[in-house]
């Protein structure tokens, strides 16, 4: 069965770095797109950009343009999104969300990470 | 950007009563998703393409619309449904509603 299997809750410290993971399996990882959500708590969603899987090419929304990184670990159907000089607003729930072909929404989501960035 | 507007922004219903949910596009998108998400919980892809229904989801939702307005309904409620419903469009850059909570009466 298809799945997106992130990585474990993280706290960090203003202006330190996280890298969280999602690793795919149950499907060719470079058919389909990655997507990454941001979900501030008690919040709505937010969409952050996509990483071409086949290509490695990631594109960024614009409010998540400098600090932010996708990646890849196409070897391991992994997906990774970096965030470097974390902020306070930078806690949320961080959601990697597979686009389903070439249909304009998401068929799968990981399970979410949450990040508290707190001094 | 395109703007969604859902309204309510919370709603209470009681078993058997009709829901509609609404979503407004500040300009005309192609097609309207749906995602249904319950607390600690990942979205659900619920409708797509405007009025088609995911996988597993009861027929009791649809959805339906055009241009720059969009609806939810759920033609019996049962206590299953309460969560919250987002909205999505990506005819220009991709955005979501803000999201409609919607509880058992």
């Known amino acids: 069965q298809i799945q997106l299997v992130q990585s474990g809750p993280e706290l960090k410290k203003p202006g330190e770095s996280v890298k969280i993971s999602c690793k795919a399996s149950?499907?060719?990882?470079?058919?389909?797109?990655m997507h990454w959500v941001k979900q501030a708590p008690g919040k709505g969603l937010k969409w952050m950009g996509w990483i071409n899987t086949y290509t490695g090419k990631p594109t960024y929304a614009d409010d998540f343009k400098g600090r932010f990184v996708f990646s890849l670990e196409a070897s391991a159907s992994t997906a990774n999104l970096q965030i470097s000089n974390l902020k306070n607003e930078d806690t949320a729930t961080y959601f990697c969300?597979?686009?389903?072909?070439?249909?304009?929404?998401?068929?799968?989501w990981g399970q979410g990470v949450m990040v508290t960035v707190s001094s | 950007e395109i703007v969604l507007t859902q309204s309510p922004t919370t709603i209470a219903a009681s078993p058997g009563e009709k829901v509609t949910i609404t979503c407004r596009a500040s300009?005309?998108?192609?097609?309207m998703y749906w995602y249904q998400q319950k607390p600690g919980a990942s979205p659900k892809p619920w409708i797509y393409?405007?009025?088609k229904l995911a996988s597993g989801v009861p027929n009791r939702f649809s959805g339906s619309g055009s241009g720059t307005s969009y609806s939810l309904t759920i033609n019996t409620m049962e206590t299953e449904d309460a969560a919250t419903y987002y909205c999505q469009q990506w005819s220009s850059t991709l955005t979501f509603g803000s999201g409609t909570k919607l509880e058992i009466k």
């Open positions: 149950g499907y060719t990882f470079t058919d389909y797109a």
């Open positions: 969300a597979r686009r389903s072909g070439y249909r304009y929404y998401f068929d799968y």
């Open positions: 393409d405007t009025s």
């Open positions: 300009s005309s998108v192609s097609y």
